[in-house]
Each structure stands twice: as structure tokens, then as C-alpha cells.
């Protein structure tokens, strides 16, 4: 059976956002007739009021907001700060009494609406919030989905930019929610008058023939290493079997503390090792970008920890090498290597999914005697992470895993190469520039060798 992207809830996000950057360059940056702005007005009155949460909305004010409109300059500053706000706004600190602001483009500041909170199913019914200035129409899922049918017709008449599937993907990696409640997007493209609208999209880019892996998973296998405090570090490759040994070892430990000292109720404010990957202590790469940068920049969950990094080039000798291509595959290795943490994910896993079952991961130590590597293919990551999946009795979660990543169970014969140093050139952009090469020489003077400034925006997919 083929796994479908829409039964993702990272696949969702991404056929949502490549129709809204198509929209976006046919209508500029705010219109307040389209599927961005319906899914935000439906996203404000569809939160929840538990007061953990609040969504500032502007309008436009004084005998400017015309001009300000038609040039757009507004709306895209506060686009930007509101992109920022929200990747600030992702980690566990804001779980409790703290607020997430989303600026919307073209409206002043008006009371905030709460947010939503987890074991809670969002109104079917859309409500007005107070403080919340009305629109003209009342935007429920219906018409959402109908503005996406509209959106992925308009998909099929013209070439898609690859920059648009390279940054479709980016946001739904950085937008995934693993530790906390999916944010309202996620929750409304969950939706089924929704997600059915979005299979057009999907049947479209499968007509066009879109091969998913090169969008991240493509070319040399990339080691990135992020260089922290301007501290240049080495990609140190510790013996495997030692890693994976400390591994279980914390592993097992942590569960049992937590069996000791949580509450069983799902719902109590605890957090914990929420991530369902191999330990971070065995190597790990990513392919390149379909405009030849390093997959890791866009697609490192949660968002790079610095705007510096060190790349090296790995030569990998044959290996076996296990690619999950699906939930059904993560599922036959959960089940053929269990390891039960319930008591370490209960709550996190309950926030994203609602769901308080029994949760086991790999024994990655085990998997290790079978498979020297396991990589998650984009289309295994964009169909099965951030959802729980059925092993039998129990379930499961990818969570923490980049779409395209691998990480080395036996790095025994694995050739790590000389370093490159590449710098975000502008932080919060997708961008990154190449600044000096294998050799340790800086190219910060030429032009020719910046990575991330040539590409996708002229390269079109059809």
C-alpha cells in the first residue's frame, strides 16, 4: 500500500505551504481574499480559551493603511516578525502560562485570543472571540478546502519553482511539535473536509512525476557539525557499540525514574526525552538540497542551533543500510526490536497526539547487530513523523528525526572528510554561504563559490 502524504500530519503541512507560496506569487504578499488568510482568520477563532496562549491581530490604521497595503512593505515586516515569533515560541518553556504572538498583515492590535490545549478536540463550529474584529465571512473548514481546491488547479498550470518545494519542506520541519500540542495549521489541515481537499495537491505533484528524496536526500551524504560561540570543532566519530551501550543504559534508567516519580495521569505537566531517534553521539548525515546545499540547513528539527557550521564529505563503504520509507516499516522495526519508554514520552506523546497507550521506540542497540545505518527517506519522514503509529498493542512515534537523515549504527570504515565552513547569511532566511573550503581557504571574496544564493529560483519543476 502506497502511503499517502496527507495521512501526515508533516505531509499536510507540506502540500499547504507550497500552495501558499504559490499564492503568494500570484497575489503578493497579503490578500486578504486568500487561503492564507482564511487559514489564519479560521486559526484565531478556532483557539482555545485556557489562557495559556495569546494571538495579537493588527489592522490598518490612519490615510497610510491604503498605500501601505498596495505596496505591501507592512505586511511583509510583519510576516517576517511573525515568522520569528513563532520559531521562538516552539520550545518546552512555553508549554505553562506563557504567551505565542502571531502577527497577522494588516490589522492593529487588538485584545489577544487564547490558545489551544492538548486532550482537547478544537469547536467543529467556529466561534467569534472577543476582542477579535469580525470579516466579512464566516471561514470554516468548508470553505478552507475550498479555497485549496482552487489553489491546487492554479498548481497544475504552472512550473513550480524548486525554491518552493525546498522551502515548503523547511517549514513543515521547523513547524513540527513533538514535546507540546500541534499548532492550530496542523490542526486544521488534520481536519477531513480538509485533508480531503488536499489530496488534488498531492495527485497533482504525483502527475508531475515529483521525486521526493531530492528535495533533501539527494547527492553525497553531509555530516554537519554546528560550531557554537565561533569555537571551531571536529567531527569526532566515538566507537559505535560504545555509544550505543551509554544509550540504552540512560535510556532504561530515565524510564524507570520516570515510573518511579511521574504521575500516570497523561495530562500532568511533566516533559521529558521526547525523541525517538539514535543517540546524537554516532554519526549522523543528511544529502544535499535539490540546489546542491547541505540538507541539513533546512531540514534539522527544531531549526539549526547556530548561524555557523562545519560540513564534511562522507565516504561510506557498502553498508547495509535500512531506508524507512513509511509508518509501516518504522512500525515492523519497533515491533521486531521493542523498547518501552511510556513512562519518559507519556505526557509529551499525549499532548501530540491525545493518545495515552503504550509507547515503544527501537532498541537501537539491537537494530545495530541487523543494520549499520537507518535513514529516514522524505517521504517516510513527510507521511509518518509527528503521528502516532500502530505496533500491534502498543504505538510509536518518529520524533526528532530530519526527512532524509541517517544515522551511522556502525561508522566502521566510514571515511569523514575535510571540513567547509558555511555561515546563515541572513538568520531566519534559508540561505547559507559557503565561506571557506576543504582546504581551509576562505572564499568570502568570491562570488562564484556562495552556496545558497544560486538555483532554486531558476530551476522549475514540470
Avoid at 534539522?300 to 547495509?320: C, H, M, N, Q
Wanted: charged share 25%; proline share 5%; net charge negative.
Amino acid at each position: 500500500m502506497t502511503s499517502r502524504l496527507v495521512n501526515g500530519p508533516r505531509g499536510r503541512r507540506f502540500l499547504y505551504e507550497l500552495l501558499a507560496r504559490a499564492e503568494q506569487r500570484e497575489n503578493g504578499e497579503y490578500n486578504e481574499n486568500s487561503l492564507v488568510s482564511a487559514m489564519w482568520d479560521l486559526s484565531i477563532r478556532l483557539t482555545r480559551d485556557d489562557g495559556s496562549h495569546a494571538v495579537a491581530t493588527f489592522e490598518w490604521t490612519g490615510e497610510e493603511a491604503g498605500a501601505s497595503k498596495r505596496k505591501g512593505n507592512t505586511g511583509r515586516l510583519i510576516g517576517r516578525i511573525r515568522k520569528k515569533w513563532m520559531a521562538r515560541s516552539r520550545g518546552p518553556w512555553h508549554r505553562s502560562g506563557s504567551f505565542r504572538f502571531g502577527l497577522k498583515p494588516g490589522w492593529a492590535a487588538h485584545a489577544p485570543a487564547a490558545g489551544y490545549t492538548s486532550g482537547q478536540s478544537f469547536n467543529p463550529v467556529p466561534h467569534w472571540k472577543e476582542g477579535v474584529p469580525p470579516v466579512r465571512d464566516l471561514v470554516t473548514s468548508a470553505k478552507v478546502a475550498v479555497l485549496i481546491r482552487e489553489a491546487s488547479k492554479r498548481l497544475g498550470e504552472e512550473k513550480i519553482p524548486m525554491s518552493d518545494l525546498v522551502q515548503a519542506l523547511a517549514e513543515s520541519v521547523i513547524s513540527a511539535r513533538y514535546w507540546q500540542e500541534p499548532d492550530m495549521i496542523d490542526i486544521i489541515l488534520s481536519d477531513p473536509v480538509v485533508a480531503d481537499a488536499l489530496r488534488d495537491s498531492e495527485e497533482m505533484l504525483e502527475l508531475l512525476g515529483l521525486d521526493f528524496e531530492m528535495l533533501a536526500g539527494g547527492g553525497v551524504e553531509l555530516a554537519a557539525t554546528w560550531l557554537i560561540d565561533e569555537i571551531d570543532s571536529q567531527c569526532v566519530v566515538k566507537p559505535s557499540e560504545q555509544v550505543l551501550d551509554a544509550w540504552l543504559k540512560s535510556t532504561v534508567a530515565r524510564t524507570e525514574s520516570a515510573t518511579r516519580e511521574r504521575p500516570d495521569d497523561p495530562t500532568a505537566n511533566w516533559s521529558g526525552h521526547w525523541w525517538s531517534t539514535p543517540p546524537r553521539g554516532l554519526l549522523v548525515s543528511n544529502g544535499e538540497t535539490v540546489d546542491g546545499d547541505p540538507a541539513a540547513f533546512s531540514c534539522t528539527e527544531d531549526g539549526p542551533i547556530s548561524t555557523r557550521a562545519e560540513i564534511r564529505e562522507l565516504t561510506v563503504p557498502e553498508k547495509r543500510v535500512l531506508v524507512i520509507e513509511n509508518a509501516e516499516d518504522w512500525a515492523e522495526l519497533s515491533k521486531r526490536f521493542p523498547l518501552d519508554i511510556t513512562a519518559e514520552v507519556r505526557h509529551d506523546w499525549f499532548r501530540v497526539t491525545g493518545l495515552d497507550v503504550t509507547w515503544i521506540i527501537p532498541n537501537w542497540r539491537d537494530v545495530a547487530r541487523e543494520w549499520d545505518g537507518v535513514k529516514l527517506s522524505v517521504r517516510g519522514y513527510l507521511t509518518s513523523a509527528t503521528r502516532a503509529i500502530d505496533v500491534g498493542d502498543n504505538a510509536s512515534m518518529i520524533a526528532g528525526w530530519g526527512p532524509g537523515e541517517t544515522f551511522w549504527l556502525n561508522g566502521e570504515g566510514i571515511f569523514v572528510g575535510e571540513s567547509e565552513i558555511w555561515e546563515q547569511s541572513n538568520v531566519g532566511d534559508l540561505l547559507w554561504e559557503r565561506v571557506s573550503n576543504r582546504h581551509g581557504e576562505n572564499l568570502e571574496d568570491d562570488e562564484t563559490a556562495l552556496g545558497g544564493n544560486e538555483g532554486p529560483e531558476d530551476q522549475l519543476f514540470n
